[in-house]
């Protein structure tokens, strides 16, 4: 499925991408150099692609929270966030290991440069007067970045490992301009 021809709509595109998450390794997305997906195939014997009741629901949700749906990059649309809004960022984390240097769910990567740009983010955010919540790795790097924010350890779980016994035991950071 992933190498076929290109969708032609956004229906194809979209129905596609839930597919191709459904089927493959643990749900994760990425892509290569090149932009295409490239996760192999998971293990399921029968993957519900299409959840029926949930998009129910969230067809009901959408349509009586007129919600403004856009494609644009994460700097464009946070700076249209206002005063009081909630914002929760969820960026590829700051690698803590040699081992778990990955960083390229998409073909431009997520590097420290693209770090300190979401951090300069944030602090506009902050400014703004929103409530901002992060999650990224536990590492100096991370810990610098947000020094003058509110920052919690947490205990994670990781659900993307082949060894089932490596997806405990791992730190998280959850940096808020709140208590």
Do not use: W
Request: aromatic share 10%; glycine share 6%.
């Amino acid at each position: 499925m992933r190498d076929e021809i290109q969708p032609r709509n956004d229906v194809e595109i979209a129905a596609r991408f839930i597919a191709l998450n459904k089927t493959c390794y643990n749900g994760l997305y990425r892509v290569n150099q090149n932009g295409k997906f490239n996760v192999p195939m998971g293990e399921y014997e029968k993957p519900l692609i299409c959840d029926t009741r949930n998009l129910k629901n969230v067809s009901i949700l959408l349509r009586h929270s007129n919600p403004g749906i856009q494609c644009v990059g994460y700097s464009e649309m946070l700076l249209k966030a206002e005063t009081n809004d909630f914002v929760y960022l969820d960026p590829p984390y700051k690698p803590v290991s040699s081992t778990s240097n990955f960083t390229a769910y998409t073909h431009q990567g997520f590097g420290d440069h693209d770090q300190v740009q979401l951090a300069n983010v944030f602090r506009k955010l902050a400014d703004r007067g929103c409530l901002i919540l992060l999650s990224n790795s536990n590492s100096p790097f991370i810990r610098e970045l947000y020094s003058d924010f509110s920052i919690k350890e947490v205990d994670v779980q990781r659900a993307i490992n082949c060894k089932g016994s490596k997806r405990t035991g791992h730190k998280e950071l959850l940096i808020s301009n709140y208590s």
